[in-house]
Nanobody, 116 residues
Framework: QVQLVESGGGLVQPGGSLRLSCAAS????????MAWYRQAPGKQRELVARIFNTGSTYYTDSVKGRFTISRDYSKNTVYLQMNSLKPEDTAVYYC??????????WGQGTQVTVSS
């Protein structure tokens, strides 16, 4: 099994920045990719960004140029650097890992609120 623990959420003003972290533990060698999802009140959970073991990345259109996903393999941690935050970025952000031979793994979520 793999366990994920997120941190770094909080309240920030529009235009500000936050960095989310997600630390993985357990059978981390079986992780094929890691990702960040978010879910705003009344909306479905959506994929924000994903990073594969090859280093390739994916971003949803609404965050391109503002968010950056990265991974530190020595720390088994994935980051989401969020710049130029907008009120519409307000959501609970969830870390996700695709693990070979196992169902997708999720963290507990961290709240990000963008408001003046």
């Amino acid at each position: 099994q793999v366990q994920l623990v997120e941190s770094g959420g909080g309240l920030v003003q529009p235009g500000g920045s936050l960095r989310l972290s997600c630390a993985a533990s357990g059978r981390t060698l079986r992780i094929n990719y890691m990702a960040w999802y978010r879910q705003a009140p009344g909306k479905q959970r959506e994929l924000v960004a994903r990073i594969f073991n090859t280093g390739s990345t994916y971003y949803t259109d609404s965050v391109k140029g503002r968010f950056t996903i990265s991974r530190d393999y020595s720390k088994n941690t994935v980051y989401l650097q969020m710049n130029s935050l907008k009120p519409e970025d307000t959501a609970v952000y969830y870390c996700n890992a695709g693990v070979a031979g196992l169902p997708d793994t999720w963290g507990q979520g961290t709240q990000v609120t963008v408001s003046s």
